[in-house]
């Protein structure tokens, strides 16, 4: 029987090597991505983080940084890291016909069966000049037996420059080295509040966490840290996830660029996120027959007064039709909208889905069939999105996401291609 095998790949701080990438001006230079509304810091080059810059700070909290380190800015691009995430989803499918997409910038691919035909040390570091050559990006690959194990050899790449960006943790003293020297809080799955609670059981290490009792962990803990135990010993027990489960509920909600006032202004983003929504959920091939969403003013200006509300939507028949949905959502915001208020943040979530195949119809209820129109506008946007919209979404949209240092979508808009003189 072949050995297990797992490589998780994970990219280099890959929001600002997007940026990077298509600015060979910043080589070597810091680089700092701003989350939405340019709040806080979402990602940051290796000089950045040389700097002192921490995950999460917020912006203001680094001004005074800017000029003195010619420290570049960037809003979320997320059109661009879509597409550079999905350029690299694509070559590494080409390198393994089984992958999982973990998240937008990682994926585990599984090697079992290669042991007898390529050294996994050569075959990572072909995963990475592979990557490198074809897309720009850099990326770290760690190799084990169990995906833990390649979680923890993937930690150990990045931390460690002399692996080159490489480990294979094959070999169960190289499993052992690793552990002994990585905190409890970075194994998967752990994290800083349950390793501060594993610190009362004097398990401070991944080996400390790895040598304790299965039966033990599971019975004070969970089930799943019990796994990550048995995982750190190499044994199998999270097999690869091809498909991506179906989600439960899809949400779409942003925080404001600028305060909303108006009830005018409100229908326009909650037609927006509620246009959006509806487009997930028809890429997802369901139907939603529960709908809420909500409106808030900051809840951290103690110099205004606070106000939340929602409302719920029970649909008769399950629907993905974006004209439905948008009716609803707008009656339910006449139903708890308040005059006299400066809101922040607003949203929508949809759940409760049931498959197309699955659908129970009303006897009573008539609801035309639109798929030919949905997948018509939806593969329009497709190509260029907000191409088609619905005239309840606004055109000028003020209250719209601030990205003040947001750069060109190089990959997705032929408006933004990059010209050479």
Same mark, same amino acid.
Not at 84 to 100: C, D
């Given at each position: $029987?072949s050995q297990?095998? =797992?490589a998780?790949v ?7 090597s997007?940026?990077?990438? =298509?600015?060979?001006d910043?080589?070597?230079?810091p680089?700092v991505?701003?989350?939405n509304?340019?709040?806080c810091v979402?990602?940051?080059?290796k000089e950045a983080?040389a700097l002192?810059i921490r995950?999460g700070?917020p ?5 005074p ?12 691009n997320?059109a ?5 995430s999905q350029r ?6 080409n390198?393994s016909p ?5 998240s937008?910038?990682e994926?585990f ?5 290669t042991?007898?035909l390529?050294d996994m040390?050569i075959?990572?570091e ?21 995906k ?5 050899a993937?930690?150990?790449a990045?931390?460690?420059p002399k692996?080159?960006g490489v480990?294979?943790?094959s ?6 080295n690793?552990?002994k020297?990585?905190?409890? /809080?970075?194994v998967w ?11 009362f059981m004097?398990i401070?290490?991944a080996?400390?966490l790895a040598? /304790?009792?299965?039966?033990e962990i599971r ?6 840290l ?5 995982e750190?010993?190499?044994?199998n027990?999270?097999?690869l996830?091809?498909?991506a489960p179906a989600?439960k509920?899809?949400i779409s909600?942003? /925080?404001?660029g ?9 229908r326009e983003?909650i037609?927006?996120?509620? /246009?959006? &929504?509806?487009e997930?959920?028809? &890429? @997802?091939?369901q139907?939603?027959? =529960?709908m809420?969403?909500? *409106?808030?003013?900051s809840?951290f200006n ?24 948008l009716t609803?959502?707008n009656?339910a915001?006449?139903?708890?909208w ?10 929508? $979530?949809l759940?409760?889905?049931s498959?197309?195949?699955?659908q129970q119809?009303d ?5 035309p ?7 018509t506008i939806?593969? *329009?946007?497709q190509?260029?999105?907000h191409?088609?919209?619905f005239a309840?979404?606004g055109? @000028?949209?003020?209250?719209?996401m ?10 997705t808009?032929w408006?933004?291609?990059?010209s050479?003189?």
């Amino acid at each position: $029987m072949s050995q297990t095998t =797992f490589a998780l790949v994970d990219c280099n701080n890959f929001y600002a090597s997007c940026e990077r990438l =298509f600015r060979p001006d910043l080589k070597d230079k810091p680089i700092v991505v701003l989350s939405n509304n340019d709040g806080c810091v979402i990602s940051r080059s290796k000089e950045a983080k040389a700097l002192g810059i921490r995950m999460g700070i917020p912006f203001f909290q680094i001004a005074p940084l800017i000029k003195r380190y010619d420290i570049t800015l960037f809003s979320s691009n997320y059109a661009l890291y879509a597409d550079m995430s999905q350029r690299v989803m694509q070559t590494l499918g080409n390198l393994s016909p089984r992958i999982e997409v973990y998240s937008i910038d990682e994926a585990f691919l599984d090697l079992s069966g290669t042991h007898s035909l390529f050294d996994m040390q050569i075959l990572g570091e072909t995963i990475q000049s592979k990557i490198l050559k074809d897309i720009g990006l850099s990326v770290g690959v760690g190799i084990a037996p169990t995906k833990t194990l390649a979680k923890l050899a993937n930690y150990g790449a990045k931390h460690y420059p002399k692996t080159g960006g490489v480990v294979d943790l094959s070999l169960k003293r190289r499993q052992h080295n690793l552990m002994k020297i990585t905190p409890v /809080s970075e194994v998967w799955g752990v994290g800083r509040q349950l390793s501060k609670k594993l610190a009362f059981m004097n398990i401070k290490t991944a080996w400390d966490l790895a040598c /304790s009792n299965p039966a033990e962990i599971r019975r004070l803990f969970s089930v799943v840290l019990e796994r990550t135990v048995r995982e750190l010993n190499g044994e199998n027990c999270l097999s690869l996830e091809e498909i991506a489960p179906a989600k439960k509920q899809i949400i779409s909600s942003r /925080s404001f660029g600028e305060r909303i006032t108006n009830i005018e202004s409100m229908r326009e983003a909650i037609s927006s996120y509620a /246009s959006r &929504a509806s487009e997930k959920l028809r &890429a @997802e091939n369901q139907l939603s027959k =529960f709908m809420n969403i909500f *409106i808030t003013t900051s809840q951290f200006n103690p110099n205004t007064p606070y106000y939340a509300k929602s409302q719920s939507v029970q649909f008769i028949t399950p629907t993905d039709d974006t004209r439905i949905i948008l009716t609803a959502a707008n009656q339910a915001l006449e139903r708890i909208w308040k005059d006299g208020f400066a809101y922040a943040k607003a949203g929508i $979530m949809l759940a409760d889905f049931s498959y197309k195949h699955q659908q129970q119809l009303d006897f009573f209820h008539n609801n035309p069939n639109s798929d030919k129109l949905m997948k018509t506008i939806d593969t *329009i946007n497709q190509k260029s999105r907000h191409t088609l919209f619905f005239a309840s979404q606004g055109i @000028e949209q003020h209250w719209g996401m601030k990205r003040d240092y947001l750069s060109p979508a190089y990959t997705t808009n032929w408006k933004d291609l990059m010209s050479v003189k």
